[in-house]
């Protein structure tokens, strides 16, 4: 009888066996379920086994056509699905400005143009449906949209489903923050929502191990090149712990279907809190906490050093906002020790910030993969960088959103943005 986590099955029936394992990785079973791809355990790239039947699983509880695992993270999901509309023959993708660096470097590698959308700020990727549909043409592969973002902003994603349905365009979702969606009170993930393919990081809010994360597709067209085109980009030794925690979360949500709504609840209950206490709230999806740290005369940066001396490490600050960001491990201890630093004051220090996180807004010249492969690019200091074109894909990570990227003048803010972050050099030419 089939059960809910076959590759654990599996690694845990090769682990008891007392095997001698003379086969790859040469730590020979420390840890006990890193394995390779030995008779029994499948293969990512051509499952028809275990990883096939565990894959279905996922999908069914997603709700997707068919859901391939991965092992490099979204990156290797997003590289993916815009190797697969690359097939269409056509060379534009649509998307916000404020897109992670996997995105553009996926971009560079397919051979894709982006086509930018700006929001109205560098941080957020909330766009438009208006905004996406004016610059729809003949030469557009997809629309590509990042909802959640790092404040916990969100697109309207029914509504620009809408409209790539009108014009056949298909509809790419980055859905690193937002893996836990399909299992909120609303269900509002994006494959439900009308996307047609989706990558998730499990890593970020459920159970999985750094790397482990998902690429569900709606679209048929989509389904029959996927895992070649995956197998192009990622590891031929994908691990078969990140793997296994894949499978094993499909155990945890069947039986604790209710774990992310009730979590979830709890962290409404502390934001109304928090609130009800002065604390600057900003509005958010429900798995973060984006304190507004400006509108209390402080700064993000200086609320994230406070916030590690009473022993809470945030996911993210800059000078206008500390995001804490919570997961299916967050426990009730976790909420009660953020709650209790936040009321008990201290934590936003009058501060005056220094460089917001802004738009640079720089003329586009060429295509990032020209720019990126060209062989006149050096790296120039970045004294002299002012007016040349950038080759590089400059993203302080966290957020991963490129401040300036191959293909684009570097301008006086660009330079300015650069020397904050203490970069002396940036490869352009
Ligand atoms: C918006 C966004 N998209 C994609 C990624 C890439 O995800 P991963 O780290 O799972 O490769 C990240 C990573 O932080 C991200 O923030």
Known sequence: MQT??????????????????????????RPLFDITEISGADSLYESSGIIAQSEDIAAKLFGSEKTLYSCGGSTL?????????????????????????????????????????????????????????EKLNLRTAAVFINSIDYYGGRSDIPAIAKVCEKHGVPLLADNAHGAYLKFTRAADHPITQGASMCADSAHKTLLALTGGAYLHIADKRFLQNAKEMMSAFGSSSPSYLILDSLDCFNGFISENPDAVITLCDKLSMLKTELISAGIPVRRSDEMRLTLDCIAAGSTGTAC??????????????????????????????????VKNALISGGCFPLEKPEALPEFILAEYVMPPRKAFYSPLAENIPIDKAEGKICAELWSPCPPGVPVIMPGERINKAACRMLKADRKTYIRAF
């Open 4 to 29: 809910l986590t076959p590759i654990h099955d599996f690694l845990e029936q090769y682990a008891n066996s007392g095997t001698v394992r003379c086969h790859m990785p040469g730590h020979k079973g």
């Open 77 to 133: 999901a997003i590289q993916t699905m815009l190797a697969l509309v690359k097939h269409s023959g056509k060379d534009e993708v649509i998307a916000a400005r404020g897109s992670h660096r996997s995105f553009i470097s996926g971009c560079i590698h397919c051979g894709l143009t982006p086509v930018w959308v700006y929001p109205k700020d560098y941080m957020s990727s909330e766009v438009s449906p208006l905004a996406i549909e």
């Open 304 to 337: 994230a050093n406070e916030l590690r001396r009473r022993g809470i490490e945030c996911e993210y600050a800059d000078e206008r906002c500390c995001v804490l960001l919570f997961g299916i491990g967050t426990s009730d201890e976790d909420i009660k020790r």
